[in-house]
């Protein structure tokens, strides 16, 4: 695997201060989910801040790449258009006023045309949930909205790896859900991205990798199975071992479940326990699984949701992004499930309830693909349909998100 | 948020939003120029009277809000007209006030004086109130942008623009937690507090200027700020309303130029 990112050895002190990093040598690889995790003042700001040149290190070398960073203007400039960073605090982040001209800060800096810059703008609003939002002043915004403007200013430069220092911090918790689902949704594009956090259940569920600090040091790094399993480790890096990891644990040294891979979802921990009562052939483990329906709320109004989940067994609704979110509220549809809704809806299937997905654009065939993984991964057939029948190519013309 | 809605708030959300900029504010700085050029009182008052129904009527700003706010110019107006009422001669004697050592006067040359003055008061006022009520600086800064003033000055207004809503909201925070630990019992106490917050507050604001430095510096600041905004654009209803209007209202300026109040 390619290194894009890579440290050795780097210090750094603080003007007046005390020593922020103290050695810190990680390598970071291209398309991964990293999560740098530590308590506060461990030196993770301080280290995203080495990732695009805002600082340079007192010894030691950033490289970006496989070359070390160059340190002038034209360099870092090049440097800061592709690794993106996305400051804790979005307040920070947002200096124009209105989110338009926000998002188009980095892209005319670039000197991009106009044509392209408002492509760039667009492309990002959507990606983020913010289409139609171009006008509305950054006082006007709830703080997941503005955190989600701040993202969408970092990718209208089209960055290789995004960089978020504290994510979910001062967020709510379907705020949060929702971002760390961004998160996922820009990872599987072939981005790298880098989260700091001391959420270690967070941390757990989400990366591939994880970097452990305290006191400018790394302590650990590897998968999160790994990293978390320490719990001496976790002790002195003043944090908890996530619930879900540590329940695992104790059902394997009582022998109730077998030890394999650490389960990181409800999901598929529920299946670990299935699996280890019903032996592995899960197959026959119960009746018939219920099915998903999956529903573009780009394409039908809101009689024809309401129609569908009359006509159809639907026990349970959730709705996927900015867009269904607004249209479930505008049409008053009662929502059973705003976040984490695809394992949801799986977990319903499985005892037998169907479930109706609401979603648009990209996130569509996202569901699809992880209901598909899914069902080749456990050996389950489940059924998720699109309604209403998908639109023959050539008429499915994009509605306007924003009615 | 902060406790107080602001101009800027009902502008942001005003139900004229989407007429372009442009136009609207061509009518508040036409209505200003020919309520300060007209030589009768009958222009400002049919001004003021209109654009406030087009305020409170199309662009539906809250009619007591909006009443509130003509409230503070009117009492400057009547303050300053008293003054004048009493100290313009010329014409017929209406009331005189004998007072011991000399005699108050009200003429009608006075009197017509005062009433004009108040009359261009109130549709100048009224006419800004449109512009403020129904553009927001965001539109502004576009129509600036377009009208090729210099970027420095474009710029500097647009991060002022949006750190004045930084610094409201950090002041509003400061100041809370002066109330909830009982800052402000007192007279001193109040000004201790005061001196308190401006000191808070000038550190946050050098903060968030350092802050804002590394911010541009992260997303690539090259010496270009912004760009205009798109502007809706203009529809001839709207043109053809607007120049209708004025038209009418030079005819009136033209056809009442004598008619005084006395």
């Given at each position: 695997?390619?290194?894009?990112?890579?440290?050795?050895?780097?210090?750094?002190?603080?003007?007046?201060?005390?020593?922020?990093?103290?050695?810190?040598?990680?390598?970071?690889?291209?398309?991964?989910?990293?999560?740098?995790?530590?308590?506060?003042?461990?030196?993770?700001?301080?280290?995203?801040?080495?990732?695009?040149?805002?600082?340079?290190?007192?010894?030691?070398?950033?490289?970006?790449?496989?070359?070390?960073?160059?340190?002038?203007?034209?360099?870092?400039?090049?440097?800061?258009?592709?690794?993106?960073?996305?400051?804790?605090?979005?307040?920070?982040?947002?200096?124009?006023?209105?989110?338009?001209?926000?998002?188009a800060f980095g892209p005319v800096n670039l000197g991009l045309a106009r044509d392209a810059i408002d492509r760039a703008v667009r492309d990002a609003l959507s990606a983020v949930g913010l289409a139609g939002y171009e006008k509305r002043p950054p006082h006007h915004l709830s703080g997941g909205e503005k955190k989600r403007v701040a993202i969408a200013g970092i990718l209208a430069m089209e960055p290789d790896v995004l960089v978020f220092d504290e994510p979910t911090s001062s967020l709510d918790p379907a705020s949060s859900e929702e971002i760390m689902e961004l998160l996922?949704?820009?990872?599987?594009?072939?981005?790298?991205?880098?989260?700091?956090?001391?959420?270690?259940?967070?941390?757990?569920?989400?990366?591939?990798?994880?970097?452990?600090?305290?006191?400018?040091?790394?302590?650990?790094?590897?998968?999160?199975?790994?990293?978390?399993?320490?719990?001496?480790?976790?002790?002195?890096?003043?944090?908890?071992?996530?619930?879900?990891?540590?329940?695992?644990?104790?059902?394997?040294?009582?022998?109730?479940?077998?030890?394999?891979?650490?389960?990181?979802?409800?999901?598929?921990?529920?299946?670990?326990?299935?699996?280890?009562?019903?032996?592995?052939?899960?197959?026959?483990?119960?009746?018939?699984?219920?099915?998903?329906?999956?529903?573009?709320?780009?394409?039908?109004?809101?009689?024809?949701?309401?129609?569908?989940?009359?006509?159809?067994?639907?026990?349970?609704?959730?709705?996927?992004?900015?867009?269904?979110?607004?249209?479930?509220?505008?049409?008053?549809?009662?929502?059973?499930?705003?976040?984490?809704?695809?394992?949801?809806c799986i977990l319903k299937s499985l005892i037998g309830e169907s479930s109706l997905i609401l979603s648009s654009g990209g996130m569509i065939d996202h569901t699809h693909r992880r209901i598909a993984e899914y069902s080749a991964e456990s050996g389950r057939a489940l059924i998720a349909v699109t309604v209403p029948e998908p639109m023959p190519p050539g008429s499915a013309g994009r509605l306007p998100g924003y009615l | 948020m902060t406790m107080h809605r602001l101009l800027e708030d009902f502008a942001q959300e005003n139900a004229l939003r989407d007429v372009n900029p442009?136009?609207?504010?061509?009518?508040?700085?036409?209505?200003?120029?020919?309520?300060?050029?007209?030589?009768?009182?009958?222009?400002?008052?049919?001004?003021?009277?209109?654009?406030?129904?087009?305020?409170?009527?199309?662009?539906?700003?809250?009619?007591?809000?909006?009443?509130?706010?003509?409230?503070?110019?009117?009492?400057?107006?009547?303050?300053?007209?008293?003054?004048?009422?009493?100290?313009?001669?010329?014409?017929?004697?209406?009331?005189?006030?004998?007072?011991?050592?000399?005699?108050?006067?009200?003429?009608?040359?006075?009197?017509?004086?005062?009433?004009?003055?108040?009359?261009?008061?109130?549709?100048?006022?009224?006419?800004?109130?449109?512009?403020?009520?129904?553009?927001?600086?965001?539109?502004?800064?576009?129509?600036?942008?377009?009208?090729?003033?210099?970027?420095?000055?474009?710029?500097?207004?647009?991060?002022?623009?949006?750190?004045?809503?930084?610094?409201?909201?950090?002041?509003?925070?400061?100041?809370?937690?002066?109330?909830?630990?009982?800052?402000?019992?007192?007279?001193?106490?109040?000004?201790?507090?005061?001196?308190?917050?401006?000191?808070?507050?000038?550190?946050?604001?050098?903060?968030?200027?350092?802050?804002?430095?590394?911010?541009?510096?992260?997303?690539?600041?090259?010496?270009?700020?912004?760009?205009?905004?798109?502007?809706?654009?203009?529809?001839?209803?709207?043109?053809?309303?607007?120049?209708?209007?004025?038209?009418?209202?030079?005819?009136?300026?033209?056809?009442?130029?004598?008619?005084?109040?006395?």
């Amino acid at each position: 695997m390619e290194g894009i990112l890579e440290i050795q050895n780097a210090r750094y002190r603080y003007p007046h201060g005390p020593e922020a990093l103290r050695g810190v040598s990680i390598r970071i690889v291209q398309g991964s989910k990293v999560a740098l995790v530590g308590p506060n003042g461990a030196g993770k700001s301080t280290l995203f801040q080495l990732f695009n040149g805002m600082i340079r290190p007192d010894a030691g070398t950033v490289s970006f790449g496989g070359a070390p960073i160059e340190y002038t203007a034209r360099a870092l400039r090049d440097l800061r258009r592709r690794v993106g960073l996305v400051f804790q605090n979005p307040d920070v982040q947002i200096i124009a006023p209105t989110v338009y001209q926000d998002v188009a800060f980095g892209p005319v800096n670039l000197g991009l045309a106009r044509d392209a810059i408002d492509r760039a703008v667009r492309d990002a609003l959507s990606a983020v949930g913010l289409a139609g939002y171009e006008k509305r002043p950054p006082h006007h915004l709830s703080g997941g909205e503005k955190k989600r403007v701040a993202i969408a200013g970092i990718l209208a430069m089209e960055p290789d790896v995004l960089v978020f220092d504290e994510p979910t911090s001062s967020l709510d918790p379907a705020s949060s859900e929702e971002i760390m689902e961004l998160l996922d949704e820009l990872a599987t594009d072939g981005r790298t991205i880098i989260i700091s956090t001391h959420d270690v259940e967070l941390a757990y569920r989400w990366a591939d990798h994880v970097i452990l600090m305290e006191q400018g040091m790394v302590l650990a790094r590897g998968s999160p199975e790994e990293v978390f399993a320490d719990h001496a480790l976790l002790r002195a890096a003043r944090l908890k071992p996530p619930r879900i990891l540590d329940l695992y644990h104790e059902l394997v040294a009582r022998g109730i479940v077998e030890d394999r891979t650490p389960p990181r979802s409800v999901l598929a921990f529920t299946d670990c326990i299935e699996q280890h009562l019903h032996g592995s052939s899960l197959r026959t483990a119960r009746e018939a699984a219920g099915t998903v329906y999956i529903c573009n709320v780009d394409a039908v109004d809101g009689d024809a949701v309401r129609r569908l989940i009359t006509e159809r067994p639907i026990g349970h609704t959730g709705a996927m992004g900015t867009r269904a979110k607004e249209f479930a509220n505008r049409e008053l549809i009662l929502l059973d499930f705003t976040y984490g809704v695809i394992d949801k809806c799986i977990l319903k299937s499985l005892i037998g309830e169907s479930s109706l997905i609401l979603s648009s654009g990209g996130m569509i065939d996202h569901t699809h693909r992880r209901i598909a993984e899914y069902s080749a991964e456990s050996g389950r057939a489940l059924i998720a349909v699109t309604v209403p029948e998908p639109m023959p190519p050539g008429s499915a013309g994009r509605l306007p998100g924003y009615l | 948020m902060t406790m107080h809605r602001l101009l800027e708030d009902f502008a942001q959300e005003n139900a004229l939003r989407d007429v372009n900029p442009g136009v609207k504010i061509l009518l508040g700085l036409a209505s200003i120029l020919l309520c300060i050029s007209s030589p009768g009182p009958v222009t400002p008052l049919f001004i003021a009277v209109s654009l406030s129904a087009a305020t409170v009527g199309l662009a539906r700003i809250p009619p007591r809000f909006y009443a509130r706010l003509l409230l503070v110019p009117a009492s400057f107006a009547v303050m300053s007209i008293a003054v004048i009422l009493f100290l313009t001669g010329g014409g017929a004697v209406l009331v005189s006030i004998p007072l011991p050592i000399f005699t108050l006067t009200v003429t009608t040359g006075g009197a017509n004086l005062a009433f004009l003055l108040v009359a261009r008061v109130l549709g100048g006022m009224c006419s800004l109130f449109f512009i403020s009520l129904t553009t927001p600086m965001t539109d502004i800064f576009t129509i600036m942008q377009r009208l090729r003033f210099p970027t420095v000055f474009i710029d500097l207004a647009m991060l002022i623009y949006r750190f004045i809503f930084v610094v409201i909201d950090e002041a509003g925070q400061i100041y809370r937690s002066q109330r909830m630990r009982l800052g402000y019992g007192t007279f001193s106490e109040s000004i201790r507090s005061f001196g308190m917050l401006a000191g808070a507050l000038f550190l946050r604001t050098w903060e968030s200027g350092e802050h804002l430095v590394r911010a541009m510096d992260a997303r690539c600041y090259d010496g270009r700020f912004g760009l205009p905004d798109e502007a809706p654009p203009v529809s001839p209803t709207w043109a053809l309303g607007v120049v209708l209007y004025l038209g009418l209202v030079a005819g009136i300026s033209w056809t009442t130029a004598t008619i005084t109040l006395c």
